[in-house]
């Protein structure tokens, strides 16, 4: 019946669909719930449209237009021949609704347009980048960050977001390692599955989107930490590493999965048919659709992988990318490569069941529209910005606290706020930040204005200004602004002014880091530097002899080696978003605690990339960390690390058992006591190691962790559960997953230099 009605033109449809509504609900409107493919309701639906199409009309289906890239056809001509199944990157409800108006009113099926963005964190209301979400080591925050982010995106008319990104990241010169969870697979893993059910909770809920997981797989492994390079991954490191935050992803419902740009292990991500089919389905039984990367099809040509671009269509599409991103390859290409037989009529069908499915589950074909206002009362609402606020509070790592100089004293008479990134919008925000306007934008200098109110005198100078090279093609609001010290003698002038500012302040907070542009796509770096003149500003003021504080803004570790011998306070807000300023103040001014953990091991220089504390034992162990002739080997920070106002300590670790059995659990319990009087966070990371069996395994292992709370004085027991499933690991000697037997050692802490220490045996 629904089938039939969407048939009809589509005043008359929708007449009767409100009509029917009124008799029937059932029959007109998906109720949120947990559509399974197997929906017998759906397949039926979807075996009738398919039957109907045409196999241009199929075609269009597995074709995403990029809104705003120079066309030859006009977007409204592409729509009416059904040459277009899905939409990026438009934000404007409006102009949604008019191009879905077009999709389902004037098209022979009527089937809706999916709208897809990149929600990465946040859409309008931007929230601390996803590095920074991962340090909150808060699970529950991060999928209410990306619901709230859902509720934006679906106010405008956006179903599909292109996140959570879950590479695994072991190399801070590779610029999208602020877009993931960091380095562990098992914290990878966790924030991967969050991210999923923030996005599409009960998917069919007009206020959740489509996750998208991206970039399948091991993008993260950039040879050199350049951006696009290729990945060469032993299955090792494919089955451990990289690939658990997908599967879980996976295994959390995710709808739609990315196929990556690079080469891995010499066949290109996007042409990959192991990946995308033989792992993703076979193996995991992915039931969802696969889009490429922005023209990653025609780059299986530039890969020199495919002969022609209608080559490059077929291998992409019998690989498993279902739909194309950005170019048209299949539009062009797939009608005649199924002529020629070198893609199946069933190849075809079956990519675009997956689309169809989607478009289903998610309601478009009873409600395709964004509700006329709801964008207006959603877009950076109160809610909205106290949500990001905590969010920032909460992500952010308090790096080094000598002599208790922070939290700062609102006694004080006056303060120096100093630094390029002190008043910058949009580094504040950071990239990705596409629907986010600079407008809405608290950066630290307002955060800390709003904060001192009139007790304390907030003085601000630039000191230095950092390149900011070309305009980035991902932020087009970005051509601004321009710089303003341009002369030799401009720059001194604002060095000294700086300087003296700091000489004559109570005390300087130094606002340093990398611009938005630095950090992302296409933002790999060499080195990692304070960029430009910051680290000899940070000299010159800590030469003073004044009391210093360093606030970084940034999207990867930087080489703060010398900061962290010299500046008292570091306290690593990331790119902390719409809010990050009110909670930049509300840290530095002890209103909020820090407690965020570091999801990466902070390095000394970018020498020592890539660096993780996951490695294995290799030869001389105990000399770690002196494999270098000219620096030591070992992090400066190392994962899990983080301080706090609060000084909370962990000991008296006892496990329920020393024995484990195959699909068993035991209970490490320790205690906490914060004998401060702080009120504050603490999060429990526990660690294993496997002393021996059928591979060699790493040093350590996170395989736990909870964040609590514990008010100034208390003392209480937290208990993690270690289950023998998550001891389980691909093993080189069978080529499948295996639970070894044997002897574990156990660490529980406050970072992956935990000291509380048992052991137990995995039994046979
Ligand atoms: C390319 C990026 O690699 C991907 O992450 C993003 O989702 C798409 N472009 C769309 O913007």
Not at 141 to 161: F, T
Not at 168 to 189: C, K, N, Q, V
Not at 194 to 206: D, H, K, L, S
Not at 723 to 742: C, V, Y
Request: net charge negative; glycine share 8%; with cysteine.
């Amino acid at each position: 019946m629904l089938f039939r009605l969407i048939h009809l033109p589509c005043r008359k449809a929708a007449l009767l669909w409100l009509l029917l509504g009124l008799m029937s609900p059932v029959l007109v409107s998906q109720e949120p719930q947990a559509l399974s493919p197997k929906d017998p309701a759906m397949r039926r639906f979807v075996d009738d449209l398919l039957e109907k199409m045409t196999l241009d009309e199929k075609i269009g289906q597995m074709s995403q237009v990029a809104y705003q890239e120079p066309h030859t056809v006009s977007h409204e001509e592409r729509i009416r021949k059904e040459q277009a199944g899905s939409f990026l990157f438009v934000k404007d409800p409006a102009e949604i609704n008019r191009l879905q108006h077009i999709a389902v009113d004037e098209t022979r099926l009527h089937i809706p347009l999916l709208f897809g963005f990149d929600v990465v964190h946040g859409f309008r209301t931007i929230y601390p980048v996803p590095l920074a979400m991962a340090s909150s080591w808060d699970p529950s925050l991060v999928e209410h960050a990306q619901y709230m982010a859902a509720r934006e995106a679906s106010s405008v008319g956006i179903r599909w977001a292109f996140a959570p990104m879950v590479d695994i990241a072991r190399d801070a010169r590779w610029g999208r390692i602020m877009e993931g969870s960091g380095e562990d697979p098992f914290l990878g893993s966790r924030m991967a599955e969050a991210q999923v059910r923030g996005f599409q909770g009960t998917i069919g809920a007009p206020d959740r989107i489509l996750a998208c997981v991206k970039h399948f797989a091991g993008y993260g492994a950039a040879a050199g930490g350049r951006d696009y390079d290729q990945s060469d991954l032993s299955d090792e490191q494919l089955w451990n590493v990289y690939f658990p935050p997908f599967r879980a992803a996976q295994a959390a419902g995710a709808a739609t999965f990315m196929a990556a740009y690079m080469d891995l292990n010499g066949v290109p991500a996007s042409g990959n048919r192991y990946l995308l089919h033989d792992v993703l389905r076979t193996d995991w039984g992915f039931q969802g659709f696969v889009v490429s990367d922005w023209e990653t099809v025609p780059n299986l040509v530039t890969h020199g992988f495919a002969s022609t671009p209608a080559d490059a269509a077929a291998r992409a599409a019998n690989a498993g990318v279902d739909m194309e991103m950005t170019s048209s390859l299949y539009r062009d290409f797939l009608a005649e490569d199924i002529k020629h037989g070198s893609v199946t009529q069933q190849t075809i069908d079956n990519a675009v069941r997956s689309i169809l499915e989607a478009k289903y589950k998610l309601g478009l074909f009873t409600n395709p529209y964004a509700t006329p206002g709801l964008a207006a009362k959603e877009l950076v609402s109160a809610d909205q910005r106290h949500a990001a606020r905590i969010a920032a509070q909460r992500s952010s790592v308090l790096l080094r606290n000598e002599s208790n100089i922070l939290p700062l004293k609102k006694s004080m008479r006056n303060l120096a706020v100093i630094g390029p990134l002190a008043d910058s919008k949009p580094d504040t925000m950071g990239s990705w930040s596409l629907a986010g306007k600079y407008d809405d934008t608290v950066t630290v200098l307002s955060g800390i204005r709003a904060k001192a109110g009139s007790s304390v005198e907030v003085r601000y100078a630039k000191g230095v200004e950092v390149e900011r090279g070309n305009a980035s093609i991902f932020d087009p609001q970005f051509a601004s602004p321009p710089p303003t010290l341009v002369t030799g003698a401009q720059r001194e002038e604002s060095f000294k002014e700086a300087i003296d500012l700091v000489r004559s302040s109570d005390l300087t907070v130094l606002v340093l880091g990398e611009l938005q542009s630095m950090s992302g796509e296409r933002a790999s770096r060499a080195t990692l530097n304070l960029p430009g003149e910051q680290e000899n500003l940070l000299e010159a003021a800590e030469a003073t002899g004044k009391p210093i504080v360093l606030v970084l803004i940034n999207g990867r570790p930087l080489d703060i080696t010398w900061a962290s011998q010299h500046i008292p306070g570091i306290l690593e807000a990331w790119y902390p978003g719409t809010e990050g300023g009110n909670a930049v103040a509300d840290l530095l001014f002890g209103d909020a605690v820090p407690g965020g953990k570091l999801p990466v091991s902070w390095p000394r220089t970018a020498g020592q990339e890539p660096l993780y504390y996951n490695h294995t034992l290799s030869q001389i162990p105990v000399d770690r960390d002196a494999m270098y002739w000219d620096e030591s080997s070992a992090p400066l920070y190392p994962f899990g690390y983080g301080l706090s106002y609060a000084s909370i300590s962990i000991h008296d670790l006892k496990l329920s058992s020393t024995n484990l059995r195959a699909a068993g659990a035991i209970e490490a319990t320790v205690t906490l006591h914060n004998p401060s009087n702080v009120d504050g966070d603490q999060t429990v990371e526990l660690y294993t190691h496997q002393r021996a069996g059928s591979a060699s395994r790493p040093v350590r292992e996170l395989k736990g962790f909870e964040r609590v709370h514990l008010k100034a004085g208390e003392q209480r027991s937290v208990t993690i559960t270690l289950h023998a499933d998550d001891l389980k690991f691909w093993s080189p000697a069978t080529r499948q997953t295996e639970l070894d037997p044997g002897i574990f050692d156990l660490w529980v802490g406050d970072s992956s230099a935990a000291t509380e220490h048992a052991t137990f045996a995995v039994l046979p």
